[in-house]
């Protein structure tokens, strides 16, 4: 594997906030090197495709669109639904598919070589679904939703 481009792995959008994540003790030099090896791993495995646009679709379909955030309204807490803002939905890609990497029984760089190249297992972007026993009654979610828009 040719790791003479270790040094410039920092070029792409996605890859400063990769190696932040990776990073551990302020290890930057170890988390560059093994995203490096990860993008050399994806180039071998896929030579025709752009390894950097391999894992920006893989944070794509990982990322979240919508969430629940806890919103008080008269004394009660509610689970209101509520759009993600796209750079902490990104971020929440890059960390899942750290999380589901780390998960592998392999080196680092190979597991994260192994969750871009693979789709995930439903096969698409994940998704909440808002599901509970104690929801209230259906004016009290509508009423959150209409104090959180004024």
Same mark, same amino acid.
Do not use: C
């Given at each position: 594997?040719? &790791?003479s481009r270790?040094?410039?792995?920092e070029?792409h959008?996605?890859?400063?906030?990769?190696?932040?994540?990776?990073? *551990?003790d302020?290890?930057?030099?170890? +988390?560059t090197?093994?995203?490096?090896?990860?993008?050399?791993?994806?180039?071998l495995r896929?030579p025709d495709?752009?390894?950097? @646009?391999?894992?920006a679709?893989?944070?794509?379909?990982r990322? =979240?669109i919508?969430?629940?955030? =806890?919103?008080?309204? @008269?004394?009660?807490?509610?689970?209101v639904?509520m759009?993600?803002?796209p750079?902490? %939905?990104r971020?929440?890609?890059?960390?899942?598919?750290?999380?589901? %990497?780390g998960? *592998?029984?392999s080196?680092?760089?190979? +597991?994260?070589?192994?969750?871009?190249?693979? =789709? #995930? #297992?439903? @096969? @698409?972007?994940l998704?909440?679904? &808002?599901?509970?026993p104690?929801?209230? =009654?259906?004016t009290?979610?509508?009423r959150?939703?209409?104090? *959180? *828009? +004024?």
């Amino acid at each position: 594997m040719n &790791l003479s481009r270790a040094r410039g792995v920092e070029d792409h959008m996605h890859d400063k906030q990769i190696v932040r994540e990776l990073m *551990r003790d302020g290890r930057r030099s170890l +988390a560059t090197s093994i995203f490096g090896k990860a993008i050399a791993e994806i180039r071998l495995r896929r030579p025709d495709s752009n390894p950097r @646009g391999l894992v920006a679709a893989a944070i794509r379909v990982r990322s =979240p669109i919508i969430e629940v955030r =806890p919103r008080n309204v @008269g004394g009660r807490v509610y689970q209101v639904p509520m759009p993600v803002a796209p750079r902490r %939905a990104r971020r929440l890609g890059i960390v899942w598919l750290l999380y589901s %990497a780390g998960k *592998r029984r392999s080196p680092m760089w190979q +597991a994260i070589a192994d969750e871009v190249i693979e =789709p #995930p #297992p439903d @096969g @698409g972007p994940l998704d909440v679904t &808002l599901v509970g026993p104690r929801s209230g =009654p259906p004016t009290r979610p509508a009423r959150a939703m209409a104090l *959180r *828009r +004024a």
